[in-house]
């Protein structure tokens, strides 16, 4: 009878005996045996527990690099932040120096080949008409007048690239020699060849009507020739890279490469009529 | 044999859990208690006397390791698997909303028991109880769903016969 319902209730009875052990062990907390089982069942799960420690202690390591990557993320972060800053900063700085030597570069060609000139910035270009016209910060009241020469500077030597065709008070135009408008009297340096530099619309300029017995040669430098009282002579405009007879058959003509690079203006000298007849740049 | 074998590798597991519990997910001192959501989640699942087996047995383990007074986890564990256990056939424990009251209710015994044990068997000391068992309703509340999860395809792989209680 009292084993059937022992089966019957074999939860209920193991509760029971579980219950009165744990209550027997809350009764004699500190009796001797109660401190020996304590020690018993310590010393059995003592294993899992060290083991348990070793791991989460292995874990701690971990999170511990875990800690130090995301440490080294952030400062990757700043660092790369920083190089921003620092690769901004040098292209500023590379700006400054660029254009600092575009002054200096200009001042001293205004020193030693024009004096008296007048320093200008491009303050704008017509995008339809890139190879036509550019706009000067000074005007009248700088002293710029209608049909001034124009010139920029290269590392030793001016180089020709226009004249003033819209005089404003404070601003002005500049005809470049590319416009089909331009026609500008050249020499080929050295041979004496007199030409017409005319604009074609295009990054480079022809020089047309050279005589048929010139000697000129791809790789000459050609100057202006300082006829009709616009500009100067001796003015570098650029090199001769092809050569070839014109359509009506007595003249040559030849393709010129510019010396200024008129796509990337930025500072230029507008020459006075003083300097014209005065000065010859001799590069 | 494989269901001694089962209640081994559960033991130690589950010590194993609370520790990490203990360890990384505590606050104020207070973490979840995995051995109460084991072993309720085992008296729901397999029955009163796997889930007040393993509480007396998880229960014994907590008292040796800790300072409190000794038996009275084993005591409280071992009442929450029976408890657990008898009222499996009403509750339907594998739905979330359940699993949540059971993390509730037993939280909340499991507070007023050890109330009761201290009132009972200890002179002289008052601990809070409150904010421990609320905060500690919080966290077993968030595992009692994965806890219930985890231990049926525990109980799965081992492939246990069902106890008829």
Known sequence: MTIEFIQRNRSGVLAFVFSLISILFLTLR?????????????????????YSGLFFNKLDALEGRIFKLVRAEGANYILTKENELLA???????????????????????????????????????????????????????????????????TDHPALIGRIIEVGERTSKVLLVTDEMSAVSAEVAGKGDLGLIEGQARPWVS???????????????????????????????????????????????????????????????????EEISDSEAKP | MKR???????????????????RYLSLFDVGPNV????????????????????????????DSMGVELFGTQALILTLAGYLAGKFRRRVASERPPAQVMIALFSTILYGLGSVLVRHFFEEGIRRSFLM??????????????????????????WNLETEHV
């Open chain 1, 207 to 273: 020089l047309n009507y050279l005589p048929p017995a010139s000697q000129a040669s791809v790789g000459d430098q050609v100057i202006t020739a300082g006829l009709g009282g616009v500009f100067p002579p001796g003015v570098p405009i650029g090199q001769v890279v092809s050569l070839s007879d014109m359509s009506d058959g007595y003249f040559k003509g030849a393709k010129i490469r510019l010396d200024a690079s008129l796509g990337s203006l930025r500072d230029v000298l507008v020459l006075r009529r």
């Open chain 2, 4 to 22: 001694n074998l089962y209640f081994f590798m559960t033991l130690t597991i589950g010590i194993f859990i609370q520790i990490f519990f203990n």
């Open chain 2, 132 to 157: 421990p068992m609320i905060l500690g309703m919080l966290f077993n509340i968030l595992i009692v769903t994965a806890v219930f999860w985890v231990l049926e395809r525990w109980i799965n792989i």
């Open chain 2, 35 to 62: 051995l109460l959501m084991l072993v309720v989640a085992h008296g729901f699942i397999r029955g009163s006397l796997m889930g007040e087996t393993l509480g007396f047995s998880w229960g014994l383990i907590s």
């Open chain 1, 30 to 50: 500190v009796d001797a045996y109660i401190i020996g089982i304590k020690t018993a069942v310590w010393f059995l799960v003592s294993p899992e527990v060290v």
């Open chain 1, 88 to 154: 901004k900063a040098k292209i500023e700085r590379d700006a400054l120096e660029a254009e600092n030597n575009r002054l200096r570069v200009l001042l001293n060609l205004k020193k030693v080949f024009f004096p008296a000139a007048i320093s200008a910035q491009v303050i704008g270009r017509d995008v339809r008409e890139w190879f036509h016209v550019v706009s000067l910060n000074k005007g009248k009241a700088d002293g710029v007048v209608f049909s001034a020469a124009v010139v920029t500077g290269m």
